[in-house]
């Protein structure tokens, strides 16, 4: 008795009541056929750092695959308890009765063991006879059949159901989260998103999504579950502050039987585009509805250490590396030359804007071309981004374009790194860029009379062409110019409304003209009020321009996850994660609650 009371003292004393902790194992309930896979789980619920994890030695099994590790939460009298599930496919090698033992872990330096377990193994031979009828027919454990009595809504809450898993809860700003989506189905079912997280306040890089169709098995209490994973993706947060990270909801349409039949079960998942099920009800069967959706996720974003923050940093954090080189040494006078710059490493590429370059003077410069190589299935994204910079010079000499910094956060060491790249020299020599024009001229002059003609005839058609398409080009210009001088207002009351009539009106266009026409009304928004141009128009300067205006932290991640998003459908491939309408009216909210603090 005594040592009852002390045992129970001891495990109250590591783990108090508001912190207990269930590590348990759970295997099948039912005999496993040998030599077919099967799954043994290892569930800690309560705590998510586990120190150490030691696995049982597998006596009588094959290994087949795993660890498999996978981390999300469980609701237990509404409050969110953290659950780590270690998973391990095993095969067993012949028929028997198994004692499998539990594993060990070490947590908050005590070790704690799950249960053992018993597996009943049956060879193929007697699972047929077992499976068998008397009148030749076979049972099925398939869920498709509604029992007499059985309540179909409890049915499909039990056996369908929506989930979302983050690798974490706490992080850096610009440090990724990945958050994973996963439907759990044993049911005839097709499953309609009716609602996708809008994921404001960060910035999001897809993993997975509907059209990879990515489709595991996995078993939670002995029961086989089949397992899509919706959506995967990195979301790398703009400000510090408390996040939360929206639910998907999702429409379910379940078909049942109203006799036992041996039908394995299929799902079908779709946005928005699911045939009305009355249409398609198979005979003897009936179809029920629900809906269900995730939790909604909290998450603690943390300011970037201000120790050792340099002015020049803006928002790259990760591990990265950055090199320069010209395409040409030598160049001619008004000869176009590019330098192309590239970062290389792992981190928030999404958020790296062109690095200053501090061009010598005679030098004309232009807007870089950027192009992302990067491995979206790598957290962080992992590869190179590219700034190709071309430039011009019309006078000879000799030119250093200095060495270009690049300041970024490292999370690894929590330390600001500063590192940059060699200075580069090119040469402009005395020649001048010869006009084409000119060696076809030469080789008119130089052929029969006949064909001079007839080529600069040609000749003459196509130049005069090549000004009436120009002309077109520039009265088009023009036209649009006008319209937008029109749509803007230039009364010092800036009207939210009137700058955005344009982007209303191109919505009915393809996704690259309209966001493309948004962002360009964001700024047109913020060069007439902030009078700002040139070098000026850029993020990090206009967000410390508002900062330094008094605007809220909130209107600022709003305006940047816009902004982002506009950037990331006009310069990417990337499908956009918010609809037009919805972005819209969402800009003009934002757009008019900075108004009104300026």
């Known amino acids: 008795m005594k040592e009852v009371i002390l045992s129970f003292f001891l495990f109250t004393v590591c783990f108090p009541a508001g912190a207990q902790i269930n590590f348990r194992t759970v295997a099948p309930q039912q005999p496993v056929i040998a030599g077919e ?28 695959t795993g660890p498999h590790i996978y981390k999300g939460s469980v609701i237990d009298l509404n409050i969110s308890r953290p659950l780590v599930n270690t998973v391990y496919t095993l095969a067993a090698i012949k028929p028997g009765r198994y004692l499998l033992h539990g594993a060990k872990a070490v947590v908050k330096r005590s070790e704690i063991s799950s249960n053992d377990v018993f597996i ?21 454990s398939s869920e498709y059949f509604l029992r007499p009595g059985e309540d179909p809504i409890k049915k499909m809450r039990q056996n369908l159901f929506l989930k979302v898993m983050v690798d974490r809860r706490s992080c850096y700003v610009g440090e990724p989260i990945v958050a994973t989506y996963k439907l759990y189905s044993r049911l005839e079912s097709k499953s309609d998103i009716v609602k996708n997280p809008g994921f404001y306040g960060f910035a999001v890089q897809d993993m997975i999504n509907l059209a990879d169709k990515s489709q595991v ?9 089949d397992v899509h994973t919706v959506r995967k993706v990195q979301l790398y947060p703009l400000q510090a502050g408390n996040y939360v990270i929206d639910p998907m909801e999702i429409s379910n349409k379940v078909e ?35 809906s269900s959706k995730t939790e909604p996720i909290p998450v603690i974003v943390k300011a970037l250490p201000a120790k050792n923050k340099t002015d020049s940093f803006t928002a790259a954090v990760g591990d ?24 290389k490493g792992k981190g928030n590429f999404t958020q790296i804007i062109p690095p200053v370059i501090k061009w010598p003077a005679g030098i004309d410069a232009f807007e ?52 940059s790249t060699e200075s580069q020299t090119v040469q402009v020599n005395n020649e001048e860029v010869k006009k084409e024009i000119t060696g076809e001229m030469k080789n008119i002059s130089n052929s029969k009379n006949l064909y001079r003609w007839v080529a600069a005839g040609t000749l003459l058609m196509l130049a005069l062409l090549a000004f009436l398409i120009r002309m077109n080009k520039q009265n088009k210009k023009k036209a649009e110019q006008l319209i937008r001088e029109e749509v803007i207002s230039s009364e010092p009351d800036l009207s939210i409304d009137k700058i955005m009539e344009l982007p209303q009106m191109m919505m009915v266009a393809d996704d690259n003209h309209f966001y493309k026409e948004l962002n360009k009304s964001i700024w047109e928004y913020f060069r007439q009020k902030l ?23 909130k209107s600022l991640i709003d305006l940047l996850t816009i902004m982002s998003q506009c950037e990331t459908v006009v310069y990417t491939d990337t499908a956009p994660e918010i609809q037009k309408e919805e972005l819209f009216t969402e800009t003009k909210k934002v757009l008019k609650a900075i108004h009104q603090q300026l």
Request: glycine letters at 6%; a negative charge; charged letters at 25%.
């Open 531 to 553: 009078h700002i141009s040139g070098s000026a128009i850029s993020k990090p300067l206009l967000i410390q321009d508002l900062k330094a205006a008094g605007i809220n932290d």
């Open 368 to 419: 870089p071309v950027i192009k992302d190589s990067i491995d979206r299935l790598q957290v962080p994204l992992t590869g190179t981004k590219t700034f190709r910079y071309a430039f011009v010079s019309g006078k000879a000499g000799n030119y250093e374009i200095p060495a270009i910094e690049f300041n970024f956060f490292n999370p690894d060491t929590n330390h600001f790194e500063k590192i």
């Open 256 to 290: 049942f039987s109203r006799s036992e039949v041996n039908k394995k079960t299929e799902q079908e998942i779709v946005e928005g585009v699911l045939h009305n099920a009355a249409d398609e009800i198979h005979d003897n069967t009936e179809v029920y509805e629900n």
């Open 37 to 64: 896979p099967f799954e043994v789980q290892y569930i800690m619920e309560g705590e998510e750092n586990i120190e150490t994890f030691t696995a049982p030695v597998f006596t009588g099994f094959r290994f087949v």
């Open 320 to 343: 990265f590396t950055i090199t320069a080189e010209l395409d040409k040494k030598e160049i001619a006078k008004n000869q176009q030359c590019h330098l192309i710059v590239s970062i």
């Open 217 to 225: 098995t996995e078993t939670i209490n002995g029961k086989t579950f």
């Open 120 to 140: 009943e193994v049956i060879s193929k031979a007697e699972a047929f006879r077992l499976n068998r009828r008397k009148d030749g027919s076979f049972y099925t």
